[in-house]
């Protein structure tokens, strides 16, 4: 289970840095996302962090979600007019098919192109090889 990323301390790089409860569907299960925009880039693209179980396979190296693509058309990934509600929505879906996989159901989701192993450290991943 990963912790979530310390704050941000004093010499390191200005981020805003929301926190946001969420319940996952189906599940009965609330995790806690902590969301971070760079503050000097004015970035579109936040780097999301949920506690709790996760499912390798869909998560970058440092932990974030892997939830959509820059190249997804943007009905299919979060834009800035989406707003925080919006990005909400993409992270609780993505928790909800994170806990689909655990449970050995499928992504629901389209995954990114290429090949994606299944990694040895991943709980959802390791009861299906």
């Known amino acids: 289970m990963r912790t979530l990323p310390p704050a941000t301390g004093h010499g390191a790089r200005r981020r805003l840095r929301y926190t946001i409860p969420f319940d996952v569907p189906i599940y009965d299960d609330q995790r806690i996302a902590v969301v971070e925009f760079s503050a000097h880039t004015h970035s ?19 932990g974030s979600l892997c939830t959509w693509l ?6 299919a990934r979060w834009v800035l007019s989406d707003g925080l509600r919006g990005l909400l929505g993409h ?13 050995g159901d499928g992504w629901l989701k389209p995954e990114a192109p290429g090949r994606h192993p299944r990694p040895r450290d991943c709980a959802s991943c390791s009861s299906r090889r």
């Open 70 to 75: 820059d190249s997804d058309p943007p009905r």
């Open 44 to 62: 579109q693209r936040p780097s999301v962090y949920v506690n709790g179980p996760e499912c390798r396979r869909h998560r970058y190296l440092n």
């Open 91 to 103: 992270l609780t879906e993505h928790a909800y098919c994170e806990a689909r996989c655990r449970d």
